[in-house]
């Protein structure tokens, strides 16, 4: 299985910034699940890269499965955080809370493709 998440860049000082909702994600994230992270620029028009987790591979479904979850209207859901340095080419992602885990992670530039 294969889920695509979107989320535009959020600028915040020397930093920009995405984020993500997994809703629900004991009904859907199995070891054989790709989530594919869309990263767009400010106006959501441009996307600026992907990056692929393939939750079988680097401990990813370890770290998502047991990240701090929040509630919203009876919806159990992690939150995805990626950031980058503005002068730095090196991307991270957390899954709740950073001080759970901060990982480097590649991203697959823009080419009209996925």
């Known amino acids: 299985m294969i889920r ?3 989320s535009k860049k959020y600028p915040a000082n020397t930093k920009d910034k ?15 699940t ?9 106006t959501n028009s441009r996307k600026i890269g992907i990056i ?6 680097n401990d990813w479904y370890r770290r998502i499965m047991n990240a701090s979850r929040h509630e919203y209207k009876g919806i159990n859901i992690i939150k995805v955080h990626v950031e980058k340095e503005q002068r730095s080419a090196q991307y991270y992602i957390y899954f709740g809370k950073k ?6 992670v590649n ?8």
């Open 34 to 42: 790709q989530i594919k992270l869309n990263l767009y620029d400010e």
């Open 107 to 114: 991203i697959q530039e823009n080419k009209n493709e996925d």
């Open 52 to 57: 692929k987790l393939q939750l079988d591979k």
């Open 18 to 32: 995405w984020w993500y909702n997994l809703s629900s994600p004991d009904r859907w994230i199995r070891q054989d």
């Open 4 to 6: 695509t998440l979107n």
């Open 99 to 104: 001080e759970e885990g901060y990982y480097p």
